[in-house]
């Protein structure tokens, strides 16, 4: 094989194969290999398979140790996503964000390691005072996923906090949020009417900077 150059050259990013053993079945992850024990603790919490999990990671492999409980397959949605009977909850939101102190956290999207490669997604979760973590990942759901798990394992107020992507707002990124009881999602990115129909039934709200919208369902400060 030979790699020719076409133009401005990249660092390329970085991918790897994760197994993940839950429950008694095994699920594939395409992802950035940093991480992974937050990738895996926030997946489990954002698809609603475990409230208190707890996950030891050995190389490319990761073991849930906590119940998992599966009640359907395991289906495809851009990456493993896990879709469970049991109906979400609806958000009511116990703090509002004004919308000029949420666009504050914007430039951390516009990290260096995306500039050098242009590879990967980026989130942040900024819990009400401004304490934020952040982490980035081939995929937006699994950026979304170790943002989850890191502030899971801060103990942040998942209620009193906010969600900010690179990427756009899909339902499946809405649901994940829904689970874990965040009231907002900002994102650089677009927002898709499946996730706005998510908002409206479940209390989410949602800012899109790319389709110059906001969906208040409660979580804004007008």
Do not use: W
């Not at 390329?12 to 429950?23: F, N, S």
């Not at 958000?91 to 000029?100: N, S, Y």
């Not at 900002?186 to 906001?214: F, H, M, P, Q, T």
Request: charged letters at 25%; hydrophobic letters at 40%; proline letters at 3%.
């Amino acid at each position: 094989m030979k790699i020719i150059e076409i133009g401005e050259r990249l660092e390329i990013g970085r991918e790897i194969e994760l197994k993940i053993i839950a429950g008694g079945r095994v699920i594939r992850v395409f992802c950035t290999p940093a991480h992974l024990e937050e990738l895996v603790t926030g997946f489990l919490l954002s698809e609603g398979l475990s409230k208190n999990p707890d996950v030891i990671v050995e190389g490319d492999v990761a073991v849930a140790q906590s119940d998992v409980n599966f009640t359907t397959s395991i289906n495809s949605s851009g990456c493993a996503g896990i879709y469970v009977d049991e109906p979400l909850g609806r958000i009511v939101p116990e703090v509002k964000f004004r919308v000029d102190e949420v666009m504050k956290f914007i430039p951390e999207l516009e990290e260096d390691y995306y500039r050098r490669t242009r590879a990967y997604h980026t989130a942040l979760i900024v819990q009400n005072g401004g304490e934020f973590v952040k982490s980035y990942d081939v995929g937006r759901h699994n950026a979304v996923d170790k943002t989850i798990g890191m502030a899971y394992r801060k103990n942040f107020q998942f209620h009193r906090s906010f969600l900010i992507l690179s990427g756009r707002i899909t339902a499946g990124i809405a649901k994940k949020a829904v689970r874990v009881g965040i009231p907002l999602i900002v994102s650089k990115a677009s927002i898709l009417d499946s996730a706005i129909e998510l908002c409206r039934n479940y209390g989410l709200s949602a800012i899109s900077i790319a389709s110059g919208i906001a969906v208040n369902s409660g979580a804004i400060q007008v």
